[in-house]
């Protein structure tokens, strides 16, 4: 006669299976490639903007003190 005796899981034990297969660190990784992802991609388009962008064009001249009737 065999007898089968089952006991409870507690939260201990399946949180050290967890960390023992170091599936825990898996979405930490995905997330940290997507982000750096987003951040390589966002300098990217920040430097293309910024070379192929118009900006502001260059004046010449400057300050000039107003005489007579131009000083309102």
Do not use: C, Q, Y
Not at 9 to 23: C, D, M, W
């Amino acid at each position: 006669m065999v007898r089968f005796h089952v006991a409870p899981r507690t939260h201990a034990t399946s949180v050290n299976r967890v960390l023992a297969e170091g599936i825990g660190t898996l979405p930490r990784v995905k997330a940290f490639r997507r982000g750096a992802l987003m951040i390589g991609l966002a300098v990217l388009v920040g430097l293309v903007l910024r070379v192929r962008g118009k900006g502001v064009p260059v004046t010449t001249g400057g300050w000039r003190e107003l005489e007579g009737p131009d000083f309102r």
